[in-house]
């Protein structure tokens, strides 16, 4: 593993790809280099977190949930094959790459486990090599494992087959859940899932059993492989809908109507929360209240206008109503907002509240 990543063509050609983009967009942007390179991959790894802070087990749990039920077979099989005879772990019968690709994803695993912050699509790279040695580990079961292989690829089977029956039964009753729910965080939900679609793997599990059954389990593999892609019609709908909460788009909107009947012209800040996506919906920056994320205090020299601390946010707030008051819908926050505006002699009136968040007017 160590010999392959000092191999300097891996690195030739990911810098010649990546190189002419780096370059076009340092000259539209001209501190683009430093803030990517230096803000966003040195800082997030090195320097303090402010979000995203996990344990430093945080991505084994992310392994478990990402494979899924095929966790549970690679771990069944690669046990199998380590507790094996001896003899029969020749060289000959080793799977081609195996160490390396099981090397990589420690090495990923690893890596990103020592960051200061953790997001769960930083470990993307390890499943490719991950799914490739449990698809070696199986086909290798199948062609000519001893009798403790076959065995675990019986056991790693019928626990994957039990997980695509809890799960589309779970999937049912949520779905049906939902459907009787009409709260603004599942109407996406309702408009684009038909729970009974989270039976289809149901038939092609039943399938798989019988060709378990009959003595042919390459087949059985395949047709319960086939289970996972009859899941993604019912996946869509709740993968949209998520996908949705967790944007800003949401309160994007709330802000544009709000805007439109009770407050044109207002302007937009956040308190004490960093909107990442907020200013790409609306258009324009957000003014932050209290709290400026990850940003320092050099990303606001050519616009001091855009972050306030909590002494200057009385200030802003007498200059520059009306404000629609952005923050997330907890507990703490919303409610130290109005005692600190009250304090001040300002009276917030609550325009709504959409997902997870909610939105104030200072008139």
């Not at 942007?29 to 402010?50: D, T, Y």
């Not at 580990?137 to 009798?147: F, K, S």
């Not at 679609?197 to 399938?207: K, S, T």
């Not at 378990?212 to 059985?220: D, F, Q, S, V, Y």
């Amino acid at each position: 593993l160590l010999a392959r990543l000092a191999s300097p063509l891996p690195w030739v050609v990911a810098v010649l790809v990546a190189a002419p983009w780096f370059l076009l967009a340092s000259r539209v942007e001209p501190g683009f280099l430093e803030a990517f390179f230096l803000g966003e991959n040195w800082k997030r790894f090195a320097a303090r977190s402010v979000e995203h802070t996990h344990g430093p087990f945080f991505f084994l749990g992310v392994l478990a949930w990402g494979l899924g039920p095929w966790l549970l077979a690679g771990i069944a099989l690669v046990l199998a094959r380590i507790r094996s005879p001896r003899e029969k772990n020749d060289d000959a019968s080793e799977p081609r790459g195996r160490g390396f690709l099981l090397g990589f994803a420690a090495l990923t695993v690893i890596f990103f486990s020592l960051s200061s912050t953790k997001v769960e699509t930083y470990l993307l790279p390890a499943f490719p090599a991950l799914a490739a040695v449990i698809a070696g580990e199986t086909a290798r079961a199948l062609e000519g494992g001893d009798d403790r292989e076959r065995r675990a690829l019986a056991v790693a089977f019928g626990a994957v087959a039990a997980c695509f029956v809890l799960a589309s039964l779970a999937g049912l009753l949520v779905g049906l859940h939902a459907f009787e729910l009409t709260a603004a965080r599942w109407k996406a939900f309702q408009e684009e899932t038909v729970p009974w679609l989270a039976l289809l793997p149901l038939p092609f599990v039943f399938l798989a059993c019988l060709h378990a059954r009959a003595r042919k389990p390459l087949r059985a593999v395949l047709v319960l492989a086939l289970a996972l892609l009859s899941a993604f019609p019912f996946a869509i709908g709740p993968a949209r809908a998520a996908t949705r909460l967790r944007s800003c788009e949401p309160i994007a909107l709330l802000i544009q109507e709000a805007r439109s009947e009770r407050a044109p012209g207002a302007r937009v800040a956040s308190f004490h929360y960093y909107y990442r996506g907020l200013p790409f919906y609306l258009d324009e920056p957000v003014v932050l209240l209290g709290e400026k994320g990850e940003l320092h205090d050099d990303a606001f020299l050519d616009r001091p206008d855009l972050y306030f601390d909590d002494t200057r946010i009385v200030t802003f707030m007498r200059g520059s109503r009306p404000v629609l008051v952005a923050m997330p819908n907890e507990k703490e926050r919303p409610a130290r907002f109005l005692q600190f505006f009250e304090q001040a002699g300002a009276v917030p009136t609550l325009v709504g509240v959409v997902d997870d968040d909610v939105l104030f007017l200072v008139p």
